[in-house]
């Protein structure tokens, strides 16, 4: 079984920094992708970034300049760093990763932007 732990939500002010984590364990041999997705209230889920096993990474126009994904491949890690986070990045946050032909999702983590 494969497990994905999510962690770093919480509430914050608009303007302000959060670190989301994710730590995949279980029978995984071989990492391919690893991403973010978000879905608000009301809207569907979207990609946030993804990082490729050797290390490219994508992101979602809106969060471009603002959020740096990164990995640990030695501890099967994936991070989201936030900054200047805005009331739009409201959303519960889920990571994904693909290990060979199989997807695995975490359970989310909400992230609150609000003064």
């Known amino acids: 079984q494969v497990q994905l732990v999510e962690s770093g939500g919480g509430l914050v002010q608009p303007g302000g920094s959060l670190r989301l984590s994710c730590a995949a364990s279980?029978?995984?041999?071989?990492?391919?992708?690893m991403g973010w997705y978000r879905q608000a209230p009301g809207k569907q889920r979207e990609l946030v970034a993804a990082?490729?096993?050797?290390?490219?990474?994508n992101y979602a126009d809106s969060v471009k300049g603002r959020f740096t994904i990164s990995r640990d491949n030695a501890k099967n890690t994936v991070l989201l760093q936030m900054n200047s986070l805005e009331p739009e990045d409201t959303a519960v946050y889920y990571c994904?990763?693909?290990?060979?032909?199989?997807?695995?999702w975490g359970k989310g983590t909400l992230v609150t932007v609000s003064s």
């Open positions: 994904k990763i693909r290990a060979g032909a199989s997807e695995y």
């Open positions: 279980g029978s995984i041999f071989s990492i391919l992708d």
């Open positions: 990082i490729t096993s050797g290390g490219s990474t």
